[in-house]
């Protein structure tokens, strides 16, 4: 029997969710400091003075730099989901759909170029340092958004295998590889060079622009969707 009463469990309530309220205030500020200067320029001393805190209070909340880091990408990803699963409806093509799911990809990443370097600044640790370094919940929650916003590219896949459009063998795998590799061809969108040879063993630079860089995603998405 509970030994409880219910005074306290409303203190114990009212407590959680002033913590919720914090750990929500603290992550919208990191997000607008990621949007406002990008991800490198962003230290925890202006993350907690824009909340109105000091940083000691931050590390109550979260483990570290990394984990605050994980946590505003579950933000970005939740918004990109949304996109996807607007891109992907309407009973379109096998080919269609999947051209659209990637081109939103692209416009949501560079729209929102913080979450692009968010998610490289995290794919570049290994997995046994993030599970070091966040918190076993704080990984669920990001391992769910990134998972909610693959499953409508790879559930677009697995339906135009079925309708018998696409061949790929292994949609999850073309799915998470489509999002690591786009994040990386975002990178020269955002440059907008590229290195050629104007002639043998002498480089020079060209321009790219942001509407190349999705045409050849998704080209490439739907290239490898097909391939034999």
């Known amino acids: 029997m509970s030994t409880r009463t219910p005074e306290t469990d ?18 919208a500020a990191t997000r607008a ?40 990408l ?4 939740d918004e990109l989901r949304l ?14 759909r999947l051209g659209d799911i ?7 990443s560079l729209e929102h170029p913080a979450f692009v370097d968010t ?12 599970l070091d370094e966040i918190s076993e919940s704080a990984l669920f929650r990001l391992g769910r958004a990134i998972s909610g916003a693959l499953g409508i590219l790879s559930g677009a896949l697995e339906d135009g295998v079925e309708s018998g459009d696409f061949t790929v063998t ?6 998470n590889t489509l999002y690591a590799s786009g994040l990386g061809a975002l990178q020269l969108a955002r440059v907008g060079i590229l290195v050629k040879e104007a002639a043998p063993g002498v480089p020079t630079v060209g321009e790219i622009s942001a509407a190349q860089v999705r ?13 034999r």
Do not use: C, W
């Open 33 to 72: 400091l990621f949007d406002e200067r990008g991800v490198r320029d962003a230290q925890i001393e202006d993350i907690a003075r824009a909340v109105g805190i000091n940083r000691a209070i931050v590390y109550r909340h979260f483990t570290g730099k990394e984990e605050l880091f994980a946590l505003t």
């Open 170 to 175: 292994d949609p999850t795998l073309l799915a």
């Open 74 to 77: 579950v933000g970005y990803l």
């Open 83 to 96: 996109d996807l699963e607007q891109a992907a409806a309407g009973g379109k093509a096998p080919a269609q």
């Open 215 to 227: 045409e050849y995603l998704v080209a490439s998405a739907l290239a490898l969707a097909t391939l």
């Open 102 to 108: 990637v081109g939103a990809f692209v416009d949501y």
């Open 10 to 27: 409303g203190r114990r309530s009212a407590a959680a969710a002033r913590r919720r309220a914090r750990e929500a205030e603290i992550l």
């Open 119 to 130: 998610a490289q600044a995290l794919m570049r640790r290994s997995g046994p340092e993030l």
